[in-house]
């Protein structure tokens, strides 16, 4: 298995680049039908300017914008495969190391109190990596990256509604916070929510509503596809718009996930991505040929 290792670093440096340099093709669709039915003259300018700025990075094989964000990956391992979960996690930080001196990428994580820089991205419980498993996959491993930008990431909300506040308590929160976050965090965003599940389950809920599923594939949930799609609507209808100028586009897609919790609890978690929708991804087959995706 040291060569499945060898592959997971591997995949993990280039994913680091790769998710910084690309937006999702889902992701820049969904900008490019957010300019054209744009109504504000400052909002279009702004969509026009970030649709600009796509096409220029990858002209120039930039990356899109200087923050090079927390590294958080998802790591998702086929019911076939047996492996070391220590060791992947050394491959994912080795990787994510590799890429940032390597590519000269801007290093971002510090001591949280003596603002102490590491110099490579990495360091006490960086890179951030979740572990899942599947089923029936046909692939061995699976690897998501999201280089999560600190603008977006600072606007992110927590709160443990009461059960009596239910369904029209979880959307009042949801658009109080849009309102009070969304201007700062270089809309127009993805917004993830996770609902259910405990304090800290929701709130990876959220991330992983917001960063690593695509906005194009509607929730196989019918229930919870109307809810997006009525919160998608009232979000839109605020007036935010492009980068907090004003507009008919705030938010390109609301992405919910839910979990079981407990019959006295109702956690809610919301977290923010930019419009850059920033994410890569890989597949390692059982014949170690790794596959890098859209």
């Not at 820049?28 to 702004?46: H, N």
């Not at 978690?269 to 596959?291: D, M, P, T, Y």
């Amino acid at each position: 298995m040291e060569k499945l290792y060898r592959l997971i670093e591997d995949a993990c440096k280039k994913l680091y680049v790769k998710a910084l340099k690309e937006v999702p093709r889902d992701v820049q669709r969904a900008l490019e039908r957010a300019y054209e039915d744009e109504e504000s003259e400052i909002g279009r300018m702004v969509l026009g300017t970030i649709l600009k700025n796509i096409e220029v990075a990858k002209e120039n094989d930039m990356i899109v914008c200087q923050d090079t964000g927390t590294p958080v990956y998802l790591v998702e391992l086929s019911g076939e495969v047996s492996l070391n979960l220590k060791k992947v996690y050394e491959a994912v930080y080795r990787g994510t190391s590799k890429a940032t001196r390597e590519f000269d990428l801007r290093p971002n994580m510090l001591h949280p109190l003596t603002r102490e820089l590491r110099g490579d991205n990495v360091g006490r419980r960086v890179p951030d990596v979740h572990f899942e498993f599947q089923d029936d996959a046909e692939w061995l491993v699976r690897i998501t990256c999201v280089p999560k930008g600190s603008g977006s990431e600072n606007q992110s909300f927590l709160r443990m509604l009461t059960p009596a506040e239910g369904v029209s308590g979880v959307k009042r929160f949801i658009l109080e916070s849009i309102v009070e976050g969304a201007s700062k965090a270089c809309p127009p965003v993805i917004v993830g929510v996770g609902i259910g599940g405990t304090f800290d389950e929701c709130a990876w809920l959220a991330k992983k509503a917001a960063t690593m599923r695509r906005i194009d594939i509607p929730n196989p949930d019918e229930s919870l596809q109307r809810f997006e799609d009525e919160l998608l609507n009232a979000i839109n209808k605020t007036g935010i718009g492009p980068m907090g100028l004003g507009g008919k586009c705030t938010a390109l897609a609301v992405n919910v996930e839910i979990a079981d919790t407990h019959i006295s609890q109702l956690p809610v978690g919301i977290n923010l991505q930019c419009w850059k929708g920033q994410r890569s991804c890989a597949c390692i087959s059982e014949e170690f040929e790794v596959e890098y995706l859209a």
